[in-house]
């Protein structure tokens, strides 16, 4: 149980082009969503914040209106790099938690996916 | 603010050897508790957690993790490390009140020589 997928896995695109990155919950409904960020040989950097049916709360730093971040459904949530540059090249990882009874959230992570902007 | 440290950024071992990775946060108030490995190429998996209870958790593959709240450390052993725990290995903290983000450490590489 509790995996998330994300596609594409991979995407390469031009530079000035925008690119979806999609973010599944497949075996649970995700209340919450996590986008984050690795960059080569360093940790992950949450980006933002998504709950289901409002908008998302980024992280300082992080352009709001560069990566669109839409959690339209309990199961579904999308990063959209606008205008992409070189410098948004990067491997992007999504997560997902659902609320629990326990007070538990912990957040399940997604296999990522590569982007590379030429 | 709450912040995680990692102390080793690169360990090399041989194999057999016995492991210990460091992690410290920073934060006064409960928190969930996580390690993660990365083995190049792939994404996070979880190896254990901590939510409350036992301070000394067992997790895959012969790791384990000892919360010492005194010390605001989680770190993370293995007595006898094998070749395929090469990986890179990630320390995260989460508040359990407030807006449950989860802080990674900076990450530990592991290099295992057969």
């Known amino acids: 149980g509790a995996v998330v997928s994300q596609h594409p896995s991979w995407v390469i695109c031009k530079s000035g082009t925008s690119v979806k990155i999609e973010c599944r919950s497949l075996?649970?409904?995700?209340?919450?969503m996590f986008w984050y960020r690795q960059f080569p040989k360093q940790s992950l950097m949450l980006m933002a914040t998504?709950?289901?049916?409002?908008?998302?709360?980024?992280e300082q730093g992080v352009e709001k209106d560069k990566f669109l971040i839409n959690h339209a459904s309990l199961t579904l949530s999308t990063l959209t790099v606008t205008s992409a540059h070189p410098e948004d090249s990067s491997f992007y990882i999504c997560s997902a938690s659902e609320d629990s009874l326990g007070g538990s959230y912990e957040q399940y992570f997604g296999p990522g996916t590569r982007l590379t902007v030429t | 603010a709450q912040s995680v440290s990692q102390h080793n950024h690169h360990v090399i071992l041989s194999e057999a050897a016995s492991l210990e990775l460091g992690c410290n946060y920073s934060?006064?108030?409960?928190?969930?508790l996580f390690w993660y490995v990365q083995y190049p190429g792939q994404h996070l998996q979880l190896l254990l957690k901590?939510?409350?209870?036992?301070?000394l958790v067992k997790g895959i593959k012969g790791f384990e993790a000892e919360f010492i709240k005194s010390k605001f450390s989680f770190n993370l052993r293995k007595p006898s490390v094998q070749w395929s725990d090469t990986a890179e290995y990630f320390c995260?903290?989460?508040?359990?009140?407030?807006?449950?983000?989860?802080?990674f450490g900076t990450g530990t590489r592991l290099k295992v020589l057969a």
């Open positions: 995260a903290v989460m508040a359990t009140s407030g807006t449950y983000k989860y802080i």
């Open positions: 075996d649970f409904q995700a209340t919450t």
């Open positions: 998504s709950n289901e049916g409002s908008k998302a709360t980024y």
């Open positions: 901590y939510f409350s209870g036992d301070p």
């Open positions: 934060y006064g108030g409960t928190v969930n």
